[in-house]
């Protein structure tokens, strides 16, 4: 499908989503950054989605992933499932914990974002960008950065969020401001560090084909 | 040499409680650090990310309490058998964290109406056939009496009332 099988394994993955990065992107990167076979069943109609699938759905919502037929829903829990398998997840038990730490911080940015996004109000819409400016973006770039230097303090000196390589806390940042700099693209401008955070993982060597070929999508 | 274990949150269940379930659970010692309204101005800017609650490590902080309760469920045996099966209790965790997303939001809800919820009109009802028969029935229950005077005077249940044919039941 995407990309050639690291390993010699017979267990089938299909992730099944919406067709657009939302709650599908990062499960879908963590199968880029593994290199590891999936099938990225997008759902492109609202009719199929209501009449047929969505009560197929164990909880009635998507992400759903299936591995070998049996199904996991709650796309952070998918994530971290993901991870834990390919090796992405931190090394030890509180590395693990570091990472998820990252993921759920990201999971609160994700939520204020969408705020915006739902928002039909054209005037409250433009309060919560004005918010997202001056309280939220700030307040997450703090945590980040905090992160990211103690990491280097730990003389790992690598760049990444969690020891010494790539994880799904690396993947979390990356995906969870795409959508973010498509609306202000310019809130990384005073934020160094996590401009070369972001370009190390458009650049990494199994992620870059998969990023600059994806569908592109507003969401 | 086992590790010691602090945790960090306001003196509320709300998102520290299942973590306090875990240790429990577990019979694992911690020091339960509890902290009021008032203090937590204080201590925002101590915090690693200005976020509680926090569980400190032999000193080494965690922050995001879903994190901190599976990471204490992983080393405590409380988190499945493998992989697959932690995905399993994963899944249901989000599930309870998404139904208390709600119940938060409709804690701090200020709009009256937006807080409304068929709880407070099932008590309007169970009322009014005691208050209909017995109109000073609340008055020793002051807290349930201003509850159905608010509701009974929100705009769409106020103007219904006024207009409903009187019965005895």
């Known amino acids: 499908m995407n990309g050639s099988v690291k390993e010699s394994s017979s267990t089938k993955y299909r992730l099944i989503y919406f067709d657009v990065r939302g709650r599908g992107e990062i499960p879908r990167l963590l199968f880029h950054a593994a290199k590891v076979d999936f099938t990225d069943d997008r759902v492109d109609s609202e009719e199929k989605w209501y009449n047929s699938l969505k009560a197929k759905m164990p909880q009635k919502v998507l992400p759903v992933l299936e591995v070998d037929g049996k199904q996991l829903s709650q796309s952070l829990t998918i994530c971290r499932y993901l991870a834990r398998e390919f090796g992405l997840c931190g090394k030890t038990n509180w590395e693990q914990a570091q990472v998820e730490q990252v993921v759920d911080t990201m999971d609160d940015l994700r939520a204020e974002v969408a705020k915006w996004i739902y928002e039909k109000d054209t005037v409250k819409k433009d309060e919560i960008a004005s918010n997202l400016r001056s309280e939220i973006y700030p307040k997450f770039f703090g945590i980040l950065e905090t992160i990211l230097r103690e990491n280097e303090e730990n003389n790992n000196r690598s760049g990444y969020f969690v020891g010494d390589h790539l994880t799904l806390a690396d993947l979390s940042v990356f995906e969870t401001f795409t959508f973010p700099l498509s609306i202000h693209p310019d809130i990384f401008d005073d934020h160094l560090e996590l401009q070369e955070h972001r370009q190390r993982i458009m650049t990494d060597k199994h992620l870059a084909e998969y990023i600059k070929n994806r569908p592109e999508r507003p969401v | ?169």
């Open chain 2, 1 to 169: 040499m086992m590790p010691s274990y602090k945790f960090v949150y306001f003196d509320l269940r709300a998102r520290g409680e299942l973590t306090r379930y875990v240790f429990h659970a577990a019979s694992k010692e911690f020091e339960d650090s509890r902290f009021s309204f008032e203090e937590w101005n204080s201590l925002k800017p101590t915090m690693p990310f200005g976020q509680a609650p926090v569980l400190l490590v032999d000193g080494k902080t965690l922050a995001q309490s879903g994190a901190i309760a599976r990471f204490l469920a992983r080393e405590f045996g409380l988190a499945g058998k493998n992989s697959w099966e932690q995905g399993m209790v994963d899944q249901y965790m989000e599930l309870a964290t998404e139904m208390m997303d709600e119940i938060v939001k409709w804690y701090f809800e200020k709009d009256e109406e937006k807080k409304l919820t068929a709880a407070d009109l099932a008590v309007l009802d169970i009322f009014d056939t005691p208050m209909y028969y017995t109109p000073n029935f609340m008055d020793s229950f002051p807290k349930l009496k201003a509850h159905r005077e608010r509701i009974a005077s929100l705009e769409n249940l106020a103007n219904y009332i006024k207009k409903r044919n009187v019965t005895d039941l």
